[in-house]
């Protein structure tokens, strides 16, 4: 299965400001996803990222709030914009490798905003 | 709209004996079924599987058993150990469309006493 580099492992961030996160694949991937789990919740799905085209964002997620790059098969990055408290959060990043059961994920970028 | 529940936050096992993590689904087009497993500062790591077509499915010391009538599938291991010890996710997907993303329940967390 494919192995995922996600970082930053860990921010505490200022209300406003914007992180971006990175991931990394060892291989080439056509779909990678990004997911988000609030505290007690469970993992959301934030969009689809296909490269070279824009990303596919489900309900509830826009593209100025969480705007997504994929310049390549190898790489993604995720954007939290003009954050705050609440968006706290676990964000995972995750690559399709041999149909529905190959889902890898990264090690996940526990985000805090204060 | 929870479609993938899992309604005990929390479970603990004498080390040897079973641990039965249950999961509840409500889409009907739900075709494969998932359990993943994370530790702290980890991603969720792929467990097993079970496609609609099987009711059970076994790997080692972890079987899977689907009851589709009742929208119910469980996670066995037998015996526990206390490197069991981590949040289980239950995840399902269908075949086309908006059912192919995984949708993840809240998540178990097992732990396994020595």
């Known amino acids: 299965s494919a192995v995922i580099s996600q970082k930053p492992s860990r921010d505490i961030c200022q209300r406003g400001t914007s992180l971006t996160i990175q991931c990394q694949v060892d291989s080439q991937v056509t779909m990678m996803f990004w997911y988000r789990q609030q505290p007690g919740q469970s993992l959301t799905l934030i969009a689809t990222?296909?490269?070279?085209?824009?990303?596919?964002?489900e309900s509830g997620f826009v593209i100025d709030k969480f705007p997504i790059s994929r310049p390549n098969l190898t790489f993604s990055t995720l954007t939290v914009s003009n954050m705050s408290p609440e968006d706290s959060s676990i964000y995972l990043c995750?690559?399709?490798?041999?149909?529905?059961?190959?889902?890898?994920f990264g090690s996940g970028t526990r985000l805090t905003v204060v | 709209d929870q479609q993938v529940k899992q309604n005990s936050p929390s479970l603990s096992v004498q080390e040897g004996r079973i641990s039965i993590l249950n999961c509840d689904y409500t889409?009907?087009?739900?075709?494969?079924f998932l359990w993943y497993k994370k530790y702290p500062a980890e991603g969720p790591t792929f467990l097993i599987s079970?496609?609609?077509?099987?009711d059970k499915n076994e790997d080692g010391r972890f079987t899977v058993f689907l009851n589709k009538s009742a929208k119910h599938l469980s996670l066995h291991i037998v015996p526990s150990q206390p490197g069991d010890s981590a949040v289980y996710f239950c995840?399902?997907?269908?075949?086309?469309?908006?059912?192919?993303?995984?949708?993840f329940g809240k998540g178990i967390t097992l732990s396994v006493r020595p």
């Open positions: 995750s690559v399709n490798g041999r149909g529905h059961y190959g889902y890898t």
């Open positions: 079970i496609s609609s077509i099987k």
């Open positions: 995840a399902a997907s269908g075949i086309t469309g908006a059912n192919s993303k995984l949708t």
């Open positions: 889409n009907s087009m739900f075709d494969y």
């Open positions: 990222a296909n490269q070279g085209s824009e990303a596919t964002y």
